[in-house]
């Protein structure tokens, strides 16, 4: 959204310095006054929260990192070692793993924030196309992250889902089995393997933060979308950013650190796996392998198929079917609010990912198998299916006129003579 910089230096070194590098025009500009549509609700709020936490990961990640031993003789016990002699140590790793679950709390409630109300559509698809990215730098950085602590989960965790790649034999006999190999470092998950997920854990962060830049950068242009879906008509749309979303973003902040914080002092474990806690043993195959709780739905999918390939394929296609998203939705309308039939679908798509996410957890046999496989079909039904059918058919309710009318109601006639007035007067003086 280009716009007309209202930003005034106030000192003739600001003045020197905003010629030669405009960083506080460019923060005035873009996070100060930036009209910011006046109807945004609190699930807007996210992408604020969304920085902090990668910031919080990031910083505490560097000092967890000083400590780290990378070895399979070390790691487990370097670990501990945090834990127990590392000033504050304890907390810097709980609220570094603890904050990769609210890393992916925040992003999946932003992410269905924007499925909700159409964020995706034009002229809005590269915005969508790289937090998409985001998500997927996410998932493989915090697989990585899970098997540094070199415990029995994390171990085991990184040699089931490194050895989905061998399912390309069936495409190309032997490719797969390299390609595992080549990861390996080896013929077994290994010191190679730990010192090559330890270094592109380090390394992610930052690339998430370059693509979290250039999301910023593509929300900028086209300005925000809103719980209307309906587009910035006049200045009385928009507010600045500063005060009236730095303030409620702020609020919403706080309340999101407390519940943080409420895990990282008195349940650092709920959301870990207590197996993750019994060093690495390569001899000894935990009963019952899961990951994470956040990665636990595409676990669910992957387990569902019955054919590796055909797994593997939806493991990955259950990630990568949301890059199309802005494609395969055919509807006019973007906000879901005037959706009265593809409201029930979406709340159904929601129903269906928490109910993944429980079967990912249980053992794939039974009752539990032919769910995952029930609700597996109606995910990727949701986006092929009831998507770019749906928006053919479907009429939707009426549209407000503007964003001031969604939020004030209709303006009373009345008060149009009333503006207009003063104006008809001063033509008649002229």
Do not use: C
């Amino acid at each position: 959204m280009a716009l007309e910089s209202t930003y005034r230096p106030k000192s003739s070194f600001a003045e020197w310095f905003d010629s030669r590098l405009p960083i506080p025009r460019l923060v005035h500009d873009q996070f100060m006054v930036f009209p910011t549509p006046r109807n945004l609700n609190y699930w807007w709020t996210f992408g604020g929260i969304l920085t902090f936490m990668l910031i919080a990961q990031i910083a505490t990640g560097i000092v967890l990192a000083m400590h780290y031993v990378p070895t399979p003789e070390g790691a487990f016990d370097s670990v501990e070692k945090i834990m127990r002699d590392v000033n504050w140590g304890w907390m810097l790793r709980y609220a570094h793993a603890v904050g990769a679950s609210m890393f992916f709390l925040a992003v999946y409630i932003h992410t269905l924030r924007g499925l909700y109300y159409g964020s995706y559509k034009a002229p809005r698809e590269v915005l969508w196309v790289l937090g998409v990215l985001i998500l997927l730098l996410m998932i493989a950085t915090a697989f990585m992250g899970y098997s540094l602590p070199w415990g029995q989960m994390s171990f085991w965790a990184v040699t089931v889902i490194t050895n989905l790649f061998s399912s390309l034999d069936a495409v190309i006999p032997g490719l797969g089995t390299k390609l595992v190999e080549w990861i390996w470092g080896g013929f077994a998950v290994g010191a190679p393997t730990l010192n090559r997920l330890y270094s592109l854990h380090y390394l992610f962060p930052f690339i998430i933060l370059g693509v979290v830049m250039l999301h910023v950068w593509a929300l900028h242009m086209p300005g925000n979308n809103n719980p209307t879906g309906i587009e910035v008509k006049s200045a009385r749309d928009t507010v600045p950013f500063h005060p009236y979303y730095t303030i409620k973003d702020g609020f919403a902040l706080v309340l999101f650190i407390i519940l943080f914080a409420g895990f990282v002092f008195y349940a650092p474990n709920f959301l870990g796996h207590t197996d993750n806690y019994i060093p690495a043993n390569p001899l000894q195959t935990p009963p019952h392998i899961v990951p994470e709780w956040y990665f636990l739905p595409f676990y669910a999918i992957l387990r569902a198929i019955p054919n590796k390939l055909l797994g593997v394929i939806g493991l990955a296609g259950s990630v990568g079917i949301l890059f199309f998203v802005p494609w395969l939705d055919t509807s006019k309308v973007r906000s879901t609010r005037y959706r009265p039939i593809y409201k029930w679908f979406f709340w159904a798509f929601v129903l269906t990912s928490v109910a993944l996410g429980y079967l990912g957890a249980q053992a794939p046999e039974g009752w539990y198998l032919f769910f995952g496989r029930l609700f597996t079909l109606y995910y990727f039904a949701f986006f092929l299916v009831v998507m770019p059918v749906l928006g053919w058919y479907e009429r939707p309710s009426k549209l407000p006129g503007s964003i001031t009318e969604s939020v004030l109601g209709p303006e009373p006639a009345s008060l149009a003579p009333t503006r207009a007035a003063p104006k008809r007067k001063r033509e008649a003086v002229a």
